[in-house]
């Protein structure tokens, strides 16, 4: 039977009725539409897996130090829009395919709001590609200088959730070249890690030899995690380079270096930045003097610049604390505090994804980065450091 007048009156009310409560409960926060992961009225979780153990965990640790100290000054100060932020982090011990665990259960399982601090290059571009790319969830900072996590969209779309704070291998190689040739030696060799890094390196490198007209007159490799240099050793031995560009984490470097002087070669060694030059030049002793570094961010123990005495003022200003890799953390979590202030209250991880992109040329204190649509890289800030007398790391 049709409904008479009264009834749809009554249905009308009824209706009217429920948008009402509806929207009630929604002015009063009991009732969402929809709440982004790793975001709630009170804080917001972020999530990062790097090596916390094994030959690299000491890079990780130093990280995740520095950049613990400064969430938990922000939070002191009451957060960002209110909301503190929580940071899980998950070690890898530098492995791919613990990265991608890790990474798929700080997405799925920890609910975290975004990504941050990653490490290494072939973990990282993997976990872009496979996981956080395809789950659209952004990640902040990687020790990492890959080409391919600095590929246009056009080339990879999952590229859109990348963003790259320090400068490329690329651009290190270059600067450690030019410095090279400024000095006359052309016999060069090139020992790298048989992996995406030391690929990526070894391809910077010989690029730059290229724009010389050089070319590496030999070239030698260590497996990742593993210190057995003796082949790589051998066949650069043969050549009596005159310098070596060595792409390789400290442990390996440390053991071709010492293996290199005990058969009497002493070339002029130099390295890149990921291999961090203060364990390098522990692991090395009296071995490391001399040995050149290239560094993509500003010289941690030089407080005339503001984004370093902020950074020595939160570890109290313990010159042994101080580290490039710390820098690089607290460089990473300031970073991501600006972008999630910027966001505003309304957090979106797209939203998030579009505030990156608008911080073109934005000033850190000293160090800057620059994004936009269709830019990832970050920073392009390179500068060449050497290990002097006692270890120290000087410019």
Known sequence: MPKTISQHKATETMKSLRKAIFASLLALGICQVHAEDGVTDSSIT???SAPFTGPNGLYGMQMREAMTAYFDQVNKGGGVNGRKIELITIDDGYETDRTLANTKSLIQEKKVFALMGYYGSTPTTEAMNKVFGPAKVPLIGTISGAGTLREPQSANPNSRYMFNIRASYADEAEAIVNQIVALGLKNIAVFYQNDGFGKSGLDGVTNALKRANLAPIAVGTVERNSLDVA????????????AVVMVTLYKPTAAFVKAMKQIGQFPMFL??????GEVLAQELGNDARGIGISQVVPYPWNDTIGVVREYQKLLDKQK???SYYGLEGYITARLVTEALKKTGKDLTREKLVSTMEGMQNFDLGGFKVNYGPNSRLGSRYVELTV???GGKVIK
Do not use: H, R
Request: a positive charge; aromatic letters at 4%.
């Open 320 to 322: 042994d604390k101080f």
């Open 46 to 48: 972020l999530g990062m």
């Open 271 to 276: 390295t890149l930045s990921p291999v961090g």
């Open 387 to 389: 290990v002097g007398a």
């Open 231 to 242: 082949k790589a050793v051998e066949s650069i031995s043969k050549t009596t380079p005159q």
